[in-house]
């Protein structure tokens, strides 16, 4: 036999692999490909105690896309937001800019917050006229009653349904819940175009801060921790005090950041706002953040250190109203001390705060 008629005879044989073994081989295939599939999960989970944490980290991407057009048409307006609007008429500044506080029942005790933020304004320098324009938001009826009996300008957010009686501890649902519904309640205020200082009510006033915001920012924020850069998004912000520009990107934003919280479950409006401040989101809004110096917005996270600079001090990094009563009460007498130096010595002699006392260790005592 011929090598030509050697290879003919191969040709005319049948496959090397048949029709039952090529099933065999795709079924070998399909098994190896599960088993291995199951490995890569099983190192996924081991070597990551929170496997779905990356995914909660980047939710934007998963979750359907949110547009601005969308944010700015939708309205969470309720009933009482008439009555809030007539609040708000009254008490703001000729370019519609108001000052916002929320006090419940146990912040309205005499002698208690209420009291001592309201007398930080008529010490400090120059801040007095303030009060004119401060809106006091109340989320029950004491903290309605107390306000009327010593404030013009009161909101009873009960006429939108909501009543928040007693102290609301820190991260329990009640605390969250109160967090949200502000959230909730200042992008109503920025729809209804007021612009706002929104301070919590144990942030001590002692000077003018709109001499310190900056002239080119939609949104400003205090810190607990400033890295010394007010538009590095690594800064820490702390919502207990913000200054906001009603416009078509802070309407957005502020629906957006409340949306945010049905995919981060649970957290803390302040939590949810570290998550979303480098969400693509807010680069495609446009809108310009600052976060402010804790030389000028300081608190017991970060003191002031120049009392010829400070603006607002504000008791964060402590919990329960007794710790901050406490310490508050030396902050004004600090402040009080402070004022009635000699012009020279307060150039010439850096004068600091005797805080936090109680509230250096009010977490541990909190547990």
């Known amino acids: ?90 008490a703001s500044m000729k370019d519609r800019t108001v000052i916002l506080t929320t006090l419940n029942d146990a912040w309205a005790e005499p002698n208690s917050v209420l009291d001592l933020f309201l007398h930080s304004f008529r010490i400090g320098n120059q801040t007095q006229w303030l009060l004119n324009h401060l809106v006091i938001i109340c989320l029950d009826d004491k903290a309605y009653a107390r306000c009327l009996a010593s404030h013009p300008h009161c909101y009873d957010l009960r006429s939108r349904g909501d009543n928040f009686t007693n102290e609301a501890f820190f991260m329990t649902a009640n605390y969250l819940k109160m967090m949200w519904t502000r959230i909730d309640l200042l992008a109503s205020i920025l729809q209804m175009g007021y612009n706002f200082v929104f301070t919590d009510a144990d942030v001590m006033w002692f000077r003018d801060p709109f001499q310190r915001f900056h002239s080119n920012a939609d949104f400003q924020i205090a810190c607990d921790r400033y890295l010394g850069n007010p538009d590095d998004v690594n800064n820490l912000p702390n919502g207990g005090f913000t200054y906001v520009i009603s416009n078509n990107r802070t309407i957005p934003f502020y629906k957006f950041w409340y949306k945010s919280r049905e995919y981060y479950k649970g957290m803390h409006d302040q939590d949810v706002l570290n998550e979303i401040k480098s969400d693509p989101f807010i680069k495609k809004i446009g809108i310009r953040m600052k976060f402010l110096d804790t030389a000028y917005f300081g608190g017991f996270c970060e003191p002031s250190k120049d009392l010829n600079l400070v603006c607002t001090m504000h008791a964060n990094c402590c919990v329960g109203q007794p710790n901050k009563v406490h310490d508050l009460k030396i902050l004004l007498e600090d402040w009080i001390k402070f004022t009635s130096l000699p012009a020279t010595t307060k150039a010439s002699s850096p004068s600091s705060w005797r805080v936090p006392d109680y509230c250096r260790t009010s977490f541990d005592h909190h547990k």
């Open 1 to 90: 036999m011929t090598m030509s008629n050697s290879a003919e005879g191969l040709n005319e044989d049948k496959p090397l692999i048949s029709g039952s073994n090529n099933h065999v081989v795709r079924r070998v295939v399909k098994v190896t490909l599960l088993f291995m599939g199951i490995a890569v999960l099983a190192f996924v989970i081991h070597n990551n105690a929170n496997p779905f944490a990356s995914f909660l980290r980047t939710s934007y991407y998963f979750h359907p896309p949110i547009s601005a057009a969308s944010l700015l048409s939708s309205s969470s307006s309720k009933v009482g937001d008439l009555m809030l609007d007539g609040v708000l008429k009254n």
